[in-house]
């Protein structure tokens, strides 16, 4: 079983990018769920979401306390919030950052990840560039695709024209496109 977090803001669409890379999995015939958890329901409030891919049936249904993959849609909350709990040491991490990471001040994080491990992509700017607004939620699932293998992109393009239509999901197909392409190993 892979498991996933996304730690994000209220209005980055976390919960929405945990829906989307639920539905690639399910396109590519696995089973998969997505859990929203939320706090305060606030615009700019820390939110998480989970999600769990698999080739069995997923029974659990609690948060995922021991992801392989981190996403982390706003660097902020690396000093707000404990993201890096539970995180293995041989698990992967996705930053949306145009940052270097000795900006970040996570030194001690990394210092534990296989340096192959960690990925940035400036989610945020490719949101900005493309949409208009920034979410980068779907830039990040495009990042997602290049570092994990578990997912194919074209499996998330669909699952963002499964949710958006017309102009929105074309946009946010093209930042999907464009983060999976820019993904760097850190």
Known sequence: MFQVRIHGRGGQGVVTAAEMLS?????????AQAIPSFGSER???????????????????????????????????????????????DGFLLINT????????IDEALARLPEQHVYTVAATELALRHLGRATPNTALLGAFTALSGMLQLESVIKAIHDKFSGDVATSNATVAQAAHDAAHAA
Do not use: C, N, W
């Open 23 to 31: 539905i690639a999995a399910f396109d590519e015939g696995k089973h």
């Open 98 to 105: 145009a940052r270097e990471l000795p900006e970040l001040h």
């Open 43 to 89: 615009m700019g409030a820390p939110v998480v979401a989970y999600v769990r891919i698999d080739d069995d049936p997923i029974e659990l249904t609690e948060p995922v306390l021991q992801p392989d993959l981190l996403i982390v849609q706003d660097p902020t909350l690396f000093h707000a919030v404990d993201v890096f709990s539970g995180l293995a040491d």
